[in-house]
């Protein structure tokens, strides 16, 4: 198993562009998250899916959106990228109880200029 | 709604000596509770978790935790330090309907030879 995937690892946007961060998952798990992790904030959640089709929002839901069209796939997507969008983003996923181990992926750093 | 509390931002011990991280959570009911790592660059690992049952729950790289309900406490322990286990920790609490764990700040944990 390849585990959770995100793409890019990197990214450089301007402000304004939009972009979609790709997460992906092999464990045929039903619960996707977003999370993103600044300085001293630890790590807030974005956007979650306890599976295809069902999405709900998080702490930190704005100017991000996500879809759930598949079990494998839970993109992140950036409307219109501010600065206050620089963070390092994780993607992570879990099988569906609450006793399930939750697994991350390695992480996108996004900066916005 | 659930929150997470590690009071301390960075803690320095010596090799070899012991450790012990605090996390106090917020939560009406008994909450599942987590203890993640993550190393420089790297994505977020699971330590431990507790659920029910016995409060002193082991985890891996030598790591423990006990759960203490009296003082909304789930403080993380190492007998012995290793240079390795210089990392950022997290301590996480799952409640509500779908159990996607809220983090707290997170402890910088800097080990001197």
């Known amino acids: 198993n390849a585990g959770v995937t995100q793409t890019p690892k990197f990214q450089v946007l301007k402000t304004g562009q939009s972009m979609t961060l790709q997460c992906a998952q092999d464990m045929n798990h039903e619960y996707m998250s977003w999370y993103r992790q600044d300085p001293g904030m630890g790590l807030r959640l974005i956007h979650y899916s306890v599976g295809a089709g069902i999405t709900d929002q998080g702490e930190v839901p704005n100017g991000y959106n996500v879809s759930r069209s598949t079990t494998e796939d839970f993109p992140l997507r950036l409307l219109s990228a501010a600065p206050s969008q620089t963070s390092v983003y994780f993607c992570?996923?879990?099988?569906?109880?609450?006793?399930?181990?939750?697994?991350f992926g390695p992480g996108t750093r996004l900066t916005v200029l | 709604a659930q929150s997470v509390t590690q009071p301390d931002i960075h803690i320095t011990v010596s090799e070899g000596a012991s450790l012990e991280l605090r996390c106090n959570y917020s939560?009406?009911?008994?909450?599942?509770l987590f203890w993640y790592v993550q190393s420089p660059g790297q994505g977020l690992q699971l330590l431990l978790k507790?659920?029910?049952?016995?409060?002193l729950v082991q985890g891996i790289k030598g790591f423990e935790a006990e759960f203490k309900r009296s003082q909304s406490s789930f403080n993380l322990r190492k007998p012995s330090v290793h240079w390795s286990d210089a990392a950022e920790y997290f301590c996480?609490?799952?409640?509500?309907?779908?159990?996607?764990?809220?983090f707290g700040r997170g402890t910088s944990l800097i080990v001197h030879p």
């Open positions: 992570a996923s879990r099988l569906a109880g609450p006793t399930d181990t939750q697994y």
């Open positions: 507790y659920f029910s049952g016995d409060t």
């Open positions: 939560y009406g009911a008994t909450p599942y």
């Open positions: 996480a609490v799952g409640a509500g309907g779908s159990y996607i764990p809220t």
